[in-house]
């Protein structure tokens, strides 16, 4: 019985010792100039999506990388090798269009290559859009009166003070848009399971019991704002800006 207790204990303070298990990240921003009035893509992104307009003739893009699990504290660098396969990458396509895309690893075959002694060497297949591991948060200031055109694969979204046409499409997750004033808008919000709710008095229509369709058309000319979630909720807030719920 005594030996049982010891060895009980002798666990209990090598856990101690070893500390409490955590998640870690990564940050990386980058900035870049560019004029007022074009527009902005960001493709294939997901977790937590951050758009916020701005003054400044640039555009700044911050990138936090975290594992989605927790490790032990001396498991650091096996717990970040996964970082660097998850991509942010910029393009810019011309003076007025900058695209900000998603890149994740490419699926691997099962049976990579043949020996030339006729065995097979097999690989351990890669899932389609494998995240590694890793939830990514993105906060991108845009000039204010760009044109958004956002690609969202599952996770939250957050627009914010963008003066010009919006446009956001995602898969799965919450989608919140706050519309400053004044306008006119010419809103057409659609989600094909869950809610669409909104400071704007338009038209609300349930589709096939589950999903939501939302329009208002105010006076022309008017900004154009196309929302369309698969599964989750979209909500269209008219008012000054605010920071992203995530970050209170």
């Known amino acids: 019985m005594t030996r049982t207790l010891g060895v009980l204990l002798l666990a209990a303070l090598s856990l101690l010792e070893a500390g409490p298990k955590q998640s870690f990240e990564t940050t990386k921003s980058e900035r870049m100039p560019f004029l007022p009035g074009g527009t902005i ?8 999506l951050t758009v ?4 400044e003739p640039e555009v700044e893009i911050i990138v936090t990388k975290s594992t989605d699990r927790f490790f032990e504290p001396e498991q650091e660098q096996e717990a970040g090798q996964h970082f660097d396969e998850v991509r ?4 810019r396509r011309s ?5 900000i895309s998603t890149a994740l690893p490419v699926r691997n075959s099962l ?9 097979l060497i097999v690989t351990t297949p890669v899932p389609p859009n494998n995240k590694r591991g890793v939830t990514v948060e ?3 200031h845009v000039p204010r009166d760009s044109r958004l055109v956002v690609h969202h694969d599952n996770g939250y979204v957050w627009v914010s003070d963008i003066t010009g046409d919006i446009e956001v499409d995602s898969h799965t997750g919450d989608m919140i848009v706050m519309l400053p004033d004044p306008g006119p808008y010419a809103i057409d919000a659609r989600t094909r399971v869950g809610s669409v709710t909104s400071d704007f008095t338009g038209k609300t229509i349930s589709q096939f019991l589950l999903g939501t369709h939302f329009t208002f058309a105010s006076q022309s000319p008017a900004r154009r704002i196309h929302l369309r979630m698969g599964r989750g909720s979209i ?8 920071g992203p ?3 209170n």
Do not use: C, H, M, Q
Not at 41 to 48: K, M
Not at 88 to 91: K, W
Not at 95 to 99: G, I, S, T, Y
């Open 41 to 48: 893509r960001l493709d294939n992104s997901y977790g937590y």
């Open 52 to 55: 916020e307009g701005w003054d």
């Open 88 to 91: 942010v990458v910029t393009e």
């Open 95 to 99: 003076d007025k269009e900058l695209a």
């Open 111 to 119: 049976f990579t290559s043949v020996l030339p002694s006729g065995r």
């Open 138 to 140: 993105y906060t991108v």
């Open 235 to 242: 909500t269209i807030k008219n008012g000054p800006p605010s």
């Open 245 to 247: 719920f995530w970050k």
